[in-house]
Nanobody
Framework: QSQFVESGGGLVQPGGSRRLTCLTS????????ITWYRQIPGKQREWVAR????????AYADFVKGRFTISGDSLTKAVNLQMNNLTPEDTGTYYC???????WGQGTQVIVSS
């Protein structure tokens, strides 16, 4: 069974940076598409960035383009999300998952506030 463990969240000031890590297990990540999602209070879960580790292609939601970078490491089975220039609107719980969707992990909470 596919499993995901997200970490790296915390409190960060506006304009700051944070690096999230998704540790995967139970499947071959090197041949997978992994997506970072976020859930902002009161809103539906939305995708943020995805990476095709087989082809090395990445895609980003418009609201994070130029600020977030997704990367993957097949050896460590980790998919990272580097988040720069954070704003209060980025506050939420961040999750990762594969395609097709599998059971969700616990997520990691990011709070952007001064």
């Amino acid at each position: 069974q596919s499993q995901f463990v997200e970490s790296g969240g915390g409190l960060v000031q506006p304009g700051g940076s944070r690096r999230l890590t998704c540790l995967t297990s139970g499947f071959e990540v090197s041949r997978s598409v992994i997506t970072w999602y976020r859930q902002i209070p009161g809103k539906q879960r939305e995708w943020v960035a995805r990476i095709n580790l087989d082809r090395g292609h990445a895609a980003y939601a418009d609201f994070v383009k130029g600020r977030f970078t997704i990367s993957g490491d097949s050896l460590t089975k980790a998919v990272n999300l580097q988040m720069n220039n954070l704003t209060p609107e980025d506050t939420g719980t961040y999750y990762c998952n594969r395609y097709p969707l599998n059971p969700w992990g616990q997520g990691t909470q990011v709070i952007v506030s001064s």
